[in-house]
């Protein structure tokens, strides 16, 4: 088929074969061979604006067969698409909405234009409900499969889809397969653009940008929109390589955040050792001191000097406290501390010599 198909465009090309009959086998061909003739639509969609008012003239005039009007209206939305034309693509659409509207090939046209007018929320949600009652048959032409999968993309680059849900992984994933099958089919530089900004969303930039160098590298020179689509990858790898860098420096940060969570928790730990170590020295010295004065001294000795160096005991705990953490909260523990040592030591020096 490919070869009736390239056949037919030389005889127009030589000029064999006039515009309309021209048209009209397309249109006939690509009912059953989308994906083969997208390729020569898009060559004609190419030829100069000559070309393209004779296009025009042929869907204006009602009286040319309906095949090859649908046809010059396919031809002339892929022009206007690819020199970003979008103002003349939808006054396209919405003529001639009323008689084409039924036309699979309308539909996904309409798809196309929704992804291009502004990243809107709604009209990139309307684009994928579209290519989603047409998968069975965008899925026959790499072209229409590139045009899909670079609605995801755009679906995801304006937070209109986020990663986080399973649903929308799971299309992330599905439009990942099919660009990649259309690359098997056809190696065309877009669709390596658009694997790459769809490997993006996954975050991995270094394949990103791999695969939108070889979009560069493949670029068709000889193309009038050349500069646009050179332009377009340029401003996607300076998009990427922004998105790298936040990425790098948000891991940074987070290793940062990290870092000072052990530090405050090593800290802390190292607080808490250091304080059960000083209590029960403390504490053993308490006790050894208290078995000493047991021996040689009266009673009220031993309960003074018990008193004393217990409240020594808690004056030493809140200087330990104060010390080692300085935090609002500590500073007041300390000093609920020395009240209390203070008191003990005061009551053991005055009070308890009166008593006994």
Excluded at 13 to 37: A, P, S, V, W
Excluded at 161 to 185: G, H, M, P, Y
Excluded at 188 to 210: D, P, V, W
Aim: net charge neutral; proline share 1%.
């Amino acid at each position: 088929m490919d070869i009736i198909l390239e056949d037919l465009y030389n005889k127009f090309n030589n000029k064999k074969i006039n515009l309309i009959d021209y048209l009209i086998k397309l249109h006939e061909i690509g009912k059953e061979n989308l994906d083969l003739t997208v390729k020569y639509v898009t060559k004609l969609a190419l030829m100069g604006i000559g070309f393209i008012e004779g296009i025009i003239n042929i869907i204006d005039n009602n009286e040319n067969p309906y095949q090859a009007r649908f046809e010059a209206f396919y031809i002339l939305c892929v022009y206007y698409r690819r020199l970003k034309e979008i103002t003349k693509f939808s006054l396209l659409l919405d003529k001639y909405q009323d008689e084409f509207r039924n036309e699979d090939l309308y539909k996904m046209q309409k798809a196309v234009y929704l992804k291009t007018k502004n990243g809107c929320h709604d009209d990139l949600l309307h684009a994928l409900s579209i290519w989603s009652t047409l998968e069975n048959v965008y899925t026959k032409s790499p072209a229409f499969i590139q045009a899909f999968a670079d609605t995801v993309a755009l679906a995801f680059e304006n937070d209109v889809l986020t990663v986080e849900k399973e649903d929308n992984r799971l299309l992330l994933d599905k439009a990942i397969k099919q660009i990649k099958e259309a690359l098997w089919i056809r190696e065309y530089s877009k669709y390596y653009a658009t694997l790459g900004r769809l490997l993006a969303i996954q975050g991995e930039y270094e394949k990103t940008i791999e695969y939108i160098n070889l979009a560069i590298d493949k670029e068709d020179s000889s193309n009038s929109d050349y500069a646009i689509r050179i332009g377009d990858y340029q401003n996607l790898l300076t998009s990427i390589n922004i998105k790298r860098i936040l990425k790098e420096t948000k891991n940074l940060n987070t290793l940062r955040s990290d870092l000072e969570k052990i530090k405050n928790e090593t800290e802390k730990a190292k607080f808490e050792n250091l304080s059960f170590l000083g209590f029960f020295t403390a504490l053993l010295s308490l006790i050894i001191g208290s078995i000493q004065l047991a021996q040689n001294a009266e009673f009220a000795d031993i309960i003074r000097s018990i008193l004393v160096l217990s409240g020594g005991l808690i004056l030493a705990l809140g200087a330990f406290n104060m010390i080692l953490l300085k935090s609002k909260q500590q500073i007041i523990i300390s000093i609920i501390l020395f009240g209390i040592g203070l008191f003990i030591i005061i009551l053991a020096l005055t009070v308890v010599p009166l008593i006994i």
